[in-house]
Every structure is written in C-alpha cells, then in structure tokens.
C-alpha cells in the first residue's frame, strides 16, 4: 500500500505504471495512451450528471467530483455551458488586482478538489495513474482579463504592451497560488501533473519569452522543490503549450519530463528540436476520431512510427469534442496498444 501523504488511509498499489515510467523516460513493453478531457465533454453519462447538477456545486461535492477538477482564484466565476469558464467582472484596470485573494490562502478554499482527487484515486484501486492538472499562469490571465474566451486575446494581450508591470504582478499572483494547489493535488494523491498554457499560441515568440515561459519555469522549480520540502515522493510534470511550436526548445529545457505536443507538430521535427532529454506526447488530430475505425487504426500506426517506441506517451494533439463516438476513442487507444506492442517485437 502506498501512504497519500496527506492522511491516515493508504492508497492501493498502482498496477500499471507504464505511463509514469514512460513520463520519466524509462523503457516501456508499450505505449502509454491517455485523452484530455476525457470526462467532461464527451462521455454521455457524464453530461448526463452534470445536466441535473449546477458545474459548481458537482465541483464542491467530492462524492460527484471524481473526475472533475476546478480551480477557483479569487474572482466570481461561472461555468456557461459550451463556452467554458466566464468572469463577470473581468479584470480592466490596474486597480482591479486589489480585489484578488492572497493567493497564500488560495489552495486552503479548494479542499473540495484535493478530496475529490483522494476519492478518486482509492477508487481507482491502483488501475491506471492519477494525473493533476491547472492552467498555467499566462492561460488563466486571459481569462481573468477577457472574461473567457476569446479569439484574439486583445484584452489580454493590451495588458501586456499597455501594462507590463501590472500584467508580471497579477502573473506572479497566479503563480503564488499555483503551486501550492498543485503540490496540494501531489498530496491528495495525484501521481503526476499537466500544465496546460492553452493560450501560447495567442504570444510570439518574444512575448511567450517574456510572459509565458519564466512563470511555466518557476511553477515547475518551485513544485518540486515544495514536494521535497514536504516530505513528499517526486512526480513527473507535463507541460503543455498548445500552438508554442516556437518555444520547443525552451518548453523541453523549463524543467518538465514531458512535453505535449498539438497535431501541428511534425513529430520528428520535434524529436529533433527537443533532443532525448523529455519524454514527448501527442499528437493525432482530435477530429481524426470522426474517420472510420480502420482509418483511425492506421493514423495511429503512423504517428506511432513517426514518435518511435519510447520516451513517448500517446494522446491527441488537444482534448476530445463533446459529440466524438466513444466507440471511436476506444478504437485509439485498442490501436496505440496493438502496434506499439508490434512495433517493440520488430
């Protein structure tokens, strides 16, 4: 059994650490397969669940949270059905950081979400890895400043050129809160963790260097070093930048044992940028699971052909649609275990 480092019960014996010993780039008999989102969006019974609940409130409640994670900072937030998260009073002025929380005090409001992932890890009675996740310094920005989505970002984006120091301090207030909630997922029995940066494709290259990629640095440095200050076994980070093609090499260097590749990226272009220090993961076009099984069966083949047998974790380029056939994930990852097993025989 093994102690949660957060309370009296054990976690049960993990039975397939393929994934973990991939992420940390160890050799693999197969290629570890997952699917972001997987829950959320396109299960029916999952959509089910959360038609008869408020988003929140099935957030807060542990016992119909167990495969939800929600991070809340400080501002009145909503969950609009197809739209995602939306701030009412977004960010506009300078001024409006003084209504922020101390983020010191941020993670002590999320028990709701470490419960739910100690609920969800004991009920995965050791299948398959736990894997945390939060949003990276620069994505949740966008949202605190647009007040959701957005297609260009100009809101945000105006904070940068118009508001530099602004923008860095309300960038180091969400990486102030950021680790802690992450160390605390660590602690609540997540056994390994994803940043997204959603929105790296909204920056070039110079302003990713400058508002992105040190905040992406520091949340892993500092993750690690918390864990170790807590007594607490190290796991491996992901880190993913969707449409940061640009930043490859720095992504691969920031301190992550993973990089997560969109299906923009050619994989052994990326192979070659990024070098055999990380483990990669990725990348098939999530729309290619509308294509006949068969067609998805050699999609896969390819791309499995294309990233070669180890230090790499198989998954999409971004996360599932609401209206994808479950039956056509399934044919995925069958098709990520079929031939990554005959890739290692031959």
């Not at 019960?9 to 780039?25: S, Y």
């Not at 999530?286 to 998805?296: T, V």
């Not at 790499?312 to 031939?339: C, R």
């Amino acid at each position: 059994m093994e102690a949660n480092g957060c309370g009296p019960q054990p976690f049960p014996e993990l039975k397939n650490d393929t994934f973990l010993r991939a992420a940390w780039g160890e050799d693999t008999d197969y290629t570890p397969v997952w699917c972001m989102r997987q829950a959320g969006r396109y299960l029916p019974e999952f959509r089910e669940t959360r038609a008869a609940q408020d988003f929140f409130s099935t957030c807060r409640s542990p016992e119909a949270c167990c495969e939800l994670t929600l991070q809340a900072l400080g501002m009145e937030v909503t969950m609009v059905p197809g739209k995602g998260p939306s701030f009412p009073e977004p960010l506009r002025e300078e001024r409006d950081l003084e209504r922020l929380q101390d983020p010191a005090i941020v993670a002590s409001q999320l028990a709701y979400v470490f419960q739910a992932i100690t609920l969800t890890r004991q009920r995965l009675a050791g299948r398959v890895p736990l894997i945390g996740f939060a949003g990276a310094p620069w994505t949740l920005m966008t949202y605190m400043v647009e007040g959701g989505s957005s297609s260009t970002m100009a809101h945000a984006k105006r904070w940068l050129y118009q508001r530099p120091k602004a923008s860095h301090q309300l960038l180091r207030i969400l990486t102030d809160a950021l680790v802690p909630y992450l160390v605390g997922q660590v602690a609540a029995g997540a056994q390994a963790l994803q940043l997204f940066e959603s929105h790296a494709g909204h920056l070039g290259p110079q302003l990713f260097s400058k508002f992105a990629l040190p905040y992406i640095r520091d949340v892993a440095k500092r993750v690690k070093a918390k864990l170790q200050e807590a007594g607490l076994a190290p796991v491996p980070m992901i880190i993913f930048a969707k449409d940061g093609h640009f930043a490859l090499e720095e992504l691969a260097q920031a301190g992550y044992e993973v990089v997560g590749l969109d299906w923009t990226v050619a994989p052994e272009k990326a192979r070659e940028r990024v070098g055999k220090t990380v483990t990669l993961q990725g990348n098939l076009d999530p729309c290619a699971l509308y294509a006949p099984k068969e067609e998805i069966r050699c999609l896969v083949q390819q791309m499995l052909d294309d990233f070669g047998p180890q230090r790499y974790i198989a998954n999409l380029g971004h996360g599932l649609y609401p209206d994808m056939d479950p039956e056509h994930v399934g044919a995925f990852v069958d098709a990520v275990h079929t031939y990554s097993r005959l890739l290692r025989k031959n």
